[in-house]
């Protein structure tokens, strides 16, 4: 009997709060807890009708859809690559998904350190307890995954990333609803936090956390596009959201920011930081999506030690939150000189971005081009 190849990335994302994560596919469950009610999607990326589930930053981004990458499935792919010594060719056949993992540089490079988990081997020679053992030492409050309905002597690729980015001092909730508008100019009323018109002349600490990467004005001096940093001091990751026309892919949103970045520095700090009537508002996030790659499912390896053997689930599960911190701030100095307004609101299709500081390449990022996972007001 030919043994069939698992592949299997798990993704929790966090920026100011973590939940568990309960993947949808029944033969590869979690015994954690159920998910939060609050979540505006939690099912199988089959459901959704305008966003899509990436294998690479390089994948097309069709217009008025939104675009998901992690790099917890690049990582399981490479995975295999490192236990066996080359990548999974196909022996026949066109996969143009597995063309770009294999041509896709390894993200463990780039990733701060403890954040990706990585494993590959035989069910049947004990790689499912060796991944339950690894998860209980490096994520003690983590459940192993349970290959219920997978044969004992498939072979498993398996990932785990798992990231938390608190600010040091949390936004306020938006009191009133944000209205986001999408590509095709429809409109929705969404949840979002951030620092709001009445905010004005106060909370100084609060507006020197959030660092401005790179901002361009139209002919009326308003933020036509722009990029920020919303906690400078957070480490070892970053977590950045900019506004700016839509990209081909979103390894090119990422390269524009990096651009743009680059040039602005050069800019006087007074630039970079929010002035004491300035708005910055982002849109609320809390979402679980579960993806299978369809496209690589019964491809078989042309040579190696898995030649031949069918890849029998390729399955992605994604868990975002961005939301604000619970605590609340008090009033800060106010400053005495009012200098031109600028606004940084993500009303618009906007890039999120979660990388290690300093590294070139993300290891989460999404494009977000309609409201369809964005909370509702």
Known sequence: ??????????????????????????????????????????????????????????????????????????????????????????????????????????????????????????????????????????????????????????????????????????????????????????????????????????????RVQAHILFRTEDEDRNTKEFAADLCRTSSPSQVIVACMDPPATLADAVAKVERESVEFAKKDEYYKRLNIDDVLLVPDLHWQVSHRYKEIEGMRPASGPLKGRPLLVAQQDILVRLSRSGAELKSEAKEIFKPIPSDYVADRPFLIVMKKRGAASPYFAMWVANAELLQPW
């Open 1 to 206: 009997m030919v043994r069939p190849v698992l592949l299997m990335a798990l993704t929790e994302l966090a920026a100011w709060c973590l939940a568990g994560c309960s993947p949808a596919d029944p033969a590869m469950t979690h015994n954690g807890s159920p998910a939060d009610p609050t979540m505006t999607f939690n099912g199988s990326s089959e459901d959704l009708k305008a966003t899509r589930v990436v294998a690479t930053l390089g994948a097309p981004i069709s217009e008025g859809t939104s675009s998901i990458w992690c790099a917890s499935f690049l990582g399981a792919w490479k995975a295999i690559e490192q236990d066996w010594g080359e990548p999974p060719v196909p022996s026949e056949g066109e996969f143009p998904v597995a063309a770009s993992l294999n041509a896709a540089p390894d993200p463990r490079g780039w990733l701060p350190e403890g954040v990706l988990y990585t494993a590959a081997g035989w069910l049947d020679k004990g790689i499912g307890q060796t991944i339950a053992d690894d998860l209980k030492k490096r994520f003690p409050s983590k459940q192993p995954p349970v290959f219920a309905g997978v044969p004992p002597d498939a072979f498993v690729a398996y990932a785990y990333l798992e990231a938390n980015v608190p600010f040091k001092l949390p936004y306020f909730q938006n009191s009133r609803a944000l209205s986001f508008k999408d590509s095709a100019g429809k409109t929705t009323p969404i949840k979002s936090f951030g620092i709001r018109e009445e905010d004005w002349g106060a909370y100084g600490q609060l």
